[in-house]
């Protein structure tokens, strides 16, 4: 039976209400992207620690931390540098945190996949030449919008490509639906497509206007099959996180927050959205008798 979690800064950038909210909804874990208005590769020892104490303290994992790795276009070099030391960094810190899966992307999207594979493949070559010496670490590639890989197919292309061990897929189905160039159907196209290679899960829902332009929605009320999707994770027998990444707020967030996640401004009003998705999750797989 797969686990539930939620990332941190779509409840708060407070530790303590971050807890309350993973305790009264019975999750098993929390994902670290920002706390303290800072992003998980900026936290100091000190905050680490006390971060590391209390999720232990009250029984919660930490599925992944969500760093923003290649977040960065790929033609600038001195940024590629910085986030290689980021993916180094988040190796000391999975010490730290008892965490072993990083979370990243594949740079700022300029074209399909099919497009940009040689000039991502060429700059992935130093990922797991960093990987390599630390076997027990894995790096989630998330499909996202605004990055090269978007879908679930361009997701299992790339890591067929790579053909690592160390590199896998988170899968996004939310995410798919803002993917301007490609349509696919994130349940069951993309799924179906990106199941092999997927460590990690981010819950989020979408829906396309009249006008065809995509907005977050709450869990459940968007284009995305979710009834079927979690079905399909208990039938095909996932035992990962499902993490909620709720991105929908009582107020629309921007396009640069939404890209670019986490600080105080991200996480206003979070809480409520999160609690609302959360709800109507936790309904649906009682529904379908995942989790009562």
Sequence with gaps: MFKLSVITDEVSQDLKTVVSFAKEYGLDGVEVR?????????MSKAELRELKATLDGEGLEIPSMATPFFKCGIDDEAKVKEHLDI????????HELSCRLIRG??????????????????????????????????????????????????????LSDLDSSQVRGI???????????????PYPDGYEAAKEYMIHFHLKDAK???????????????????????AALARDGYTGFVSL??????????KELVDRP??????????????????????????LGIRG
């Design 34 to 42: 920002t706390l303290w208005n800072k992003n998980i590769v900026q």
């Design 262 to 287: 986490g600080g105080g401004a991200y996480s206003e009003g979070g809480n409520v959205g999160s609690r609302l998705c959360m709800e109507s999750t936790l309904r649906m797989l009682e529904k």
């Design 87 to 94: 993916l180094r960094k988040s190796i000391d810190l999975g």
């Design 171 to 185: 899968w996004d189905p939310g995410n798919v639906v803002f993917v301007e160039d490609i349509e696919e159907t």
């Design 245 to 254: 990444e709720t991105h929908w707020r009582p107020k629309e967030l921007s």
């Design 105 to 158: 992307f594949t740079f700022w999207r300029k074209g399909s996949y099919q497009k940009l594979r040689d000039e991502v493949l060429a700059q992935f070559q130093e990922v797991v030449r960093i990987l390599n010496p630390a076997p027990e670490f894995v790096l989630g590639i998330e499909n996202e919008a605004a990055t090269t890989v978007g879908t679930g197919n361009e997701l299992a292309e790339f």
């Design 208 to 230: 396309k206007d009249a006008e065809g332009k995509p907005h977050w929605t709450l869990v459940g009320e968007g284009d995305i099959d979710y009834e079927g999707q979690f």
